[in-house]
């Protein structure tokens, strides 16, 4: 304690018996609003002095101390005054921030039935910064003991005398009747003013808790904020940073369901990829439909882009209601996931039990800050889509520059060629006879023909091999699609003579189940393999075509008693233009695409497809196989 002359320091020199104690700011006021409340609740006229450091101060309490007056003439008031002081019914006495009072916390009550002093001063070289001005210190007393605060009152009223020397006659006047033996033995209950410390004393501890829980909140939401702004810069994967933003945001609220979707203007219904389910006893939607058009938020977040909430469910149409209660869902907050203003998706909130849940103002601003960052996440998922879109774009290219090049490198130029050929010869040779001329001409045609089949083949491949291939799946039986390809194949060859035709034998049973794909596709399949049986097996020969069910798939085998393939060309025959004795040596027709867009047409639909042969004239036999329509499933119903 280094202010020397201090009110504290000189009461405590005539009562050294006095222990002072460390009191922070927020208890001082508490207690002498204690001390205040006190006189405004009693009915004397009690004499009360009062010391503030700051002009601040004082004006938070000058109404208190105009309530005073009108109980009690005797009340001095000094404090830290930077302008003119207010006219008060009640002694006002300026000091100047340099003044010693300025640096003390003194109030002096005393009445008949009651006295009080608090008689404090800062603590110097100990101030603690901590930002929170209820933290400031002081060393000091307070006390009932009525000679303790009489003698507090003279230190106090000689500082008033000496600030106004023409209160000085008053200030001992005052000070002779309170001198009085008989009041100075008069005894004070303390009892009233527990009580009041008490109140003020719990109000002060509640307006700290708020303040720990505003800060606890708000340390809260720059940690989720944080975190998902840094999983933001560290991932590329937007389905990384979704899951991540998804879970926290659950947590962070303890809600009993948070669901993270992308919404697209018109949709009605949106399948649920982020979840979090606070308790497992709350039915998940992962994975489900989730409806939209009968969502009783949605229209209002789609015109308004701001959060939303929704606690009457009472109100709903029955079956909106029906579809809420569901899923158990009692309570609901919806926030609009935008970037520049245009609604990406939504983060939605459930809370499944208690049904008068409010959400906090605080909770929304929490969602809200973390749905910007997910808006971030979302704008990135859709860049990072485009940008794999684009990529696979220009694989798709660069296999069809691939594909051009060797088409026109070797495939083209050899029919052209003839063809050119020819018709030079038909221009030039007028002398030509009529049968010359017309082997001319069928070798023209037959390349011309060649050439076409080349180019619709190379055509097809090379939409297959993009993806973009329009499918038309039906749901189809085996053995028509094998009866067409069939009947196509002989349809083709009608003009050969029965004993040049292979024999075809269909072993197919009629019972097998019905296959999910595009008839046109699967019987152009069988075709090219049956074509390709019927050009490598010899007349006498024996083509058959078998199904086998697994359970899971079909399989079809096309076999052949033909000229076989080497083990080592099982897999090369599938590979785009190969031919077993090149084009040039060609006696079977053919592109040496059959093949190639065989296996890329089974693996669009999910099958496998192989060659097995046991080598040169030991036949060949073609698998590919087709998943089987998956049981129908009763689920993806949303809420409906
Ligand atoms: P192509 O138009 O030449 O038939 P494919 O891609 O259908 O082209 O077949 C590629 C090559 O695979 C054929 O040229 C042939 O060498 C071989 N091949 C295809 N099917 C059979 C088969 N059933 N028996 C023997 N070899 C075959």
């Known amino acids: 304690?280094?202010?020397?002359?201090?009110?504290?320091?000189?009461?405590?020199?005539?009562?050294?018996?006095?222990?002072?104690?460390?009191?922070?700011?927020?208890?001082?006021?508490?207690?002498?609003?204690?001390?205040?409340?006190?006189?405004?609740?009693?009915?004397?006229?009690?004499?009360?002095?009062?010391?503030?450091?700051?002009?601040?101060?004082?004006?938070?309490?000058?109404?208190?101390?105009q309530r005073i007056a009108s109980q009690s003439d005797r009340i001095y008031v000094l404090a830290v005054m930077d302008d003119k002081p207010p006219v008060t019914e009640y002694n006002l006495i300026p000091l100047k921030a340099t003044d010693k009072l300025a640096q003390q916390w003194n109030l002096v009550v005393i009445g008949s039935q009651s006295a009080a002093c608090l008689i404090c001063q800062e603590r110097e070289g100990d101030w603690v910064n901590t930002g929170l001005e209820s933290s400031q210190r002081f060393d000091g007393i307070w006390t009932f003991d009525r000679h303790v605060a009489l003698d507090a009152a003279e230190i106090l009223l000689a500082k008033v005398a000496k600030q106004r020397p023409k209160l000085k006659k008053e200030t001992q006047q005052i000070l002779t009747e309170l001198r009085e033996p008989q009041f100075e033995a008069l005894p004070t209950s303390a009892d009233a003013f527990v009580q009041r410390l008490v109140t003020y004393l719990q109000a002060g501890q509640y307006k700290l808790i708020k303040a720990y829980r505003s800060i606890a909140a708000q340390e809260n939401r720059e940690r989720l904020v944080n975190l998902i702004a840094s999983a933001l810069r560290r991932s590329l994967k937007p389905d990384e940073i979704l899951n991540i933003a998804v879970q926290e945001i659950g947590a962070a609220m303890q809600a009993s369901r948070c669901l993270i979707y992308r919404y697209q203007s018109g949709e009605t219904a949106t399948k649920i990829a982020y979840e979090y389910v606070g308790q497992p006893g709350y039915s998940s939607l992962l994975g489900k439909l989730w409806n939209l058009d009968q969502h009783p938020l949605l229209s209002e977040i789609v015109e308004t882009h701001t959060p939303s909430t929704m606690t009457a469910i009472d109100s709903l149409s029955p079956t909106t209601a029906d579809l809420i209660a569901k899923y158990q869902i009692s309570n609901i907050l919806m926030v609009p996931v935008l970037s520049q203003d245009r609604l990406l998706g939504i983060v939605e909130l459930h809370h499944c039990e208690s049904t008068n849940y409010q959400w906090l103002p605080e909770e929304i601003s929490l969602v809200e800050a973390v749905a910007t960052h997910v808006g971030s996440a979302l704008m990135q998922a859709e860049a990072y889509t485009h940008l794999e879109y684009l990529n696979e774009q220009m694989a798709v290219l660069?296999?069809?520059?691939?594909?051009?090049?060797?088409?026109?490198?070797?495939?083209?130029?050899?029919?052209?060629?003839?063809?050119?050929?020819?018709?030079?010869?038909?221009?030039?040779?007028?002398?030509?006879?009529?049968?010359?001329?017309?082997?001319m001409l069928n070798t023209a045609l037959t390349d011309s023909e060649r050439m076409r089949k080349l180019i619709q083949d190379f055509l097809t491949l090379s939409q297959l091999?993009?993806?973009?291939?329009?499918?038309?799946?039906?749901?189809?039986?085996?053995?028509?699609?094998?009866?067409?390809?069939?009947?196509?194949?002989?349809?083709?060859?009608?003009?050969?003579?029965?004993?040049?035709?292979?024999?075809?034998?269909?072993?197919?049973?009629?019972?097998?189940?019905?296959?999910?794909l595009d008839g046109e596709w699967l019987v152009e399949v069988l075709s090219k393999l049956l074509d390709n049986a019927y050009k490598f097996t010899s007349h006498k020969g024996q083509i058959t075509i078998q199904a086998v069910s697994h359970n899971i798939m079909l399989e079809v085998i096309v076999s052949d008693n033909g000229r076989g393939i080497e083990p080592n060309l099982l897999q090369v025959v599938f590979e785009r233009f190969y031919q077993e004795e090149g084009a040039l040596r060609r006696t079977t027709g053919g592109t040496g695409l059959g093949l190639a867009i065989c296996q890329q047409a089974v693996l669009s639909w999910g099958g496998q497809i192989w060659a097995a042969s046991d080598g040169k004239d030991q036949g060949s036999k073609f698998h590919f196989t087709i998943p089987l329509l998956p049981v129908p499933e009763k689920e993806l119903q949303g809420i409906s």
């Open 1 to 65: 304690m280094s202010i020397a002359d201090s009110v504290l320091t000189e009461l405590l020199g005539q009562h050294p018996e006095l222990r002072p104690h460390l009191y922070f700011k927020s208890s001082l006021t508490a207690l002498s609003r204690a001390m205040e409340d006190l006189v405004l609740a009693g009915d004397e006229q009690p004499l009360v002095i009062a010391t503030f450091q700051e002009e601040r101060l004082y004006r938070q309490e000058s109404h208190r101390y």
């Open 465 to 516: 091999e993009s993806g973009r291939f329009q499918w038309h799946p039906e749901n189809l039986s085996l053995r028509e699609c094998v009866d067409l390809a069939v009947s196509g194949m002989k349809n083709q060859r009608r003009d050969m003579p029965k004993r040049d035709k292979p024999q075809v034998i269909i072993d197919i049973d009629p019972d097998l189940p019905a296959v999910n």
């Open 398 to 439: 660069d296999r069809i520059r691939g594909n051009l090049v060797a088409i026109t490198g070797h495939e083209l130029r050899t029919p052209l060629s003839t063809i050119q050929i020819c018709l030079e010869s038909l221009s030039s040779e007028p002398d030509m006879s009529l049968d010359m001329r017309q082997v």
